[in-house]
């Protein structure tokens, strides 16, 4: 059936999934006795593959993930964006650690609850960074190492875990799915023993990834089921032959590969051409895909709560070609002087951020417009507030391109406390310092500088910022 909230009005990621039926391979029995638990280390790179980032999940028993790595979701929708997430999933997500939290055995747990009135809660984390992407001529890698909510038969019907990937132009707008891309690494439905990878892409419906389904395929695990023991799933981005590959894997056994001419253009550079990808874990309860799969309305009174769903490690690798954004942390002793000269490339987190090389000498944050962020953690303002800040800017925007440099405190969607506009400065590496009033604060903040503008376009490079009393 073809989801009840998939309009033609841009709808979200996740949409499924009447190809499900025809992709599902296998059912599952229970297994008992397996261990639920498991901790093993982020693997060392392959030779010749680099280690982009990661997570572990080592955190005490209770406790949230790291804020510096992600983004928890909370609600029934982003703000302004579809109800229900666009894919009709009936669960609240929550922030509660009964929802999402390590375990103290080296594992994330993402555990569906329901009260005693029915209603559903879970959790769903994206992370900070959104620039993961292949390098030009090399390939991103993808993986984690995951066992899905240990229950079947009955007592799973509308359990959906997933591990995903979507275009990082779709923060902030919410109404450009399935254009930006979207990366199934691994989702699952109902407790059936089959992991499914999924690529969206293109318009909808129809398009060249015959949205709403996408372009799927599935298969049982190797071994134990997916239910029962870990697995590992990865997805990689092949930009180093032509035309270039996406590729699905469960235990290192390839299943699904997309190729670059089936998707075609315009759309390939449409998902391919912007600063890159935001990861995904979720759990949600009901929606598209597991009713689509189950032939009716999920869940039922049979499904039973609390089954989490196990991630041992994230992590992103790259080989070849050239080098993706990597965070940098503060200085020892953790706190920056807001009145020292900040480089804007020492960031701690960012969103659709590049970092280059500098006419000034070192790197500058680049090919920023609306929407895009950097992150300063732990920004010592003392007890005098500043007057004002001034950033080292340079643009190369085309005419009738301008657009506003921001700083905010706490959150890329604080109101601003400062900004200056900035157009054309005659070239992206013709800098020149601007000042901006701020509204002065004190004591130490996460600070952040934003950038706003009407248009969809570049607008702005930054070399470095500071306050100024």
Not at 115 to 137: L, M, Q, Y
Not at 341 to 352: D, K, L, P, R
Not at 389 to 413: H, M, N, Q
Request: glycine share 14%; net charge neutral.
């Amino acid at each position: 059936m073809t989801p009840a909230l998939a309009a033609p009005a841009a709808p979200p990621a996740r949409r499924r999934l009447p190809l499900a039926l025809a992709l599902l391979t296998a059912t599952t029995t229970a297994l008992a006795g397996i261990a639920a638990t498991a901790d093993a280390a982020v693997p060392a790179p392959a030779p010749g593959w680099s280690l982009v980032w990661s997570d572990d999940f080592t955190g005490a028993a209770g406790t949230l993930p790291s804020a510096s790595n992600w983004i928890i979701d909370t609600g029934t929708s982003y703000p302004g964006g579809p109800p229900n997430w666009g894919t009709g999933e009936i669960q609240t997500y929550t922030a509660s650690t009964a929802n999402v939290s390590h375990d103290g055995g080296g594992n994330l747990r993402i555990t569906p609850l329901r009260d005693a009135a029915g209603r559903w809660t879970s959790a769903r984390i994206e992370t900070v960074r959104s620039n993961f992407k292949a390098p030009s001529g090399g390939v991103l890698a993808i993986e984690g190492r995951i066992q899905m909510p240990n229950v079947t038969g009955a007592q799973a019907a509308g359990y959906w875990p997933a591990f995903w990937a979507l275009g990082s132009p779709y923060r902030g707008n919410y109404q450009n799915w399935p254009g930006i891309g979207e990366f199934d690494v691994m989702e699952n439905v109902n407790g059936i023993n089959s992991v499914w990878g999924v690529l969206h892409c293109g318009v909808a419906p129809g398009g060249p990834c015959d949205e709403f389904n996408g372009i799927g395929a599935s298969r049982a695990c190797p071994g134990s089921t997916c239910q029962s023991a870990f697995h590992t799933y990865r997805f990689e981005w092949d930009a180093s032959v032509s035309p270039q590959q996406l590729r699905w894997y469960v235990d290192g056994q390839l299943y699904h590969t997309v190729s670059q001419s089936r998707v075609g253009e315009p759309y390939w550079s449409q998902m391919t051409n912007h600063a890159g990808y935001f990861l995904l874990l979720n759990v949600a309860m009901g929606g598209a895909f597991p009713n689509g799969v189950a032939g009716g309305a999920t869940p039922t009174a049979a499904t039973v709560p609390g089954r989490p769903m196990l991630v041992d490690y994230v992590a992103v690798y790259s080989r070849g070609g050239g080098t993706t954004p990597t965070p940098t942390t503060p200085p020892p002793g953790g706190a920056r002087d807001a009145y020292a000269t900040i480089q804007a490339e020492s960031f701690t987190a960012q969103n659709g951020v590049i970092v280059e090389a500098c006419a000034e000498g070192g790197q500058n944050i680049g090919a920023l417009r609306n929407g895009d962020w950097v992150r300063f953690d732990n920004v010592e303002f003392g007890a005098t507030p500043p007057r004002d800040f001034v950033a080292r800017v340079a643009s190369g925007a085309g005419g009738g391109v301008s657009g506003l440099v921001e700083v905010r405190l706490g959150s890329p969607t604080a109101p601003p406390i400062g900004s200056f506009a900035i157009a054309n400065t005659g070239g992206w590496q013709s800098w020149r310092s601007v000042p901006g009033n701020v509204a002065g604060p004190t004591g130490r903040h996460t600070v952040y500088l934003t950038f706003s503008s009407g248009q969809p376009n570049d607008f702005v490079n930054v070399n470095w910022f500071t306050f100024r009393r």
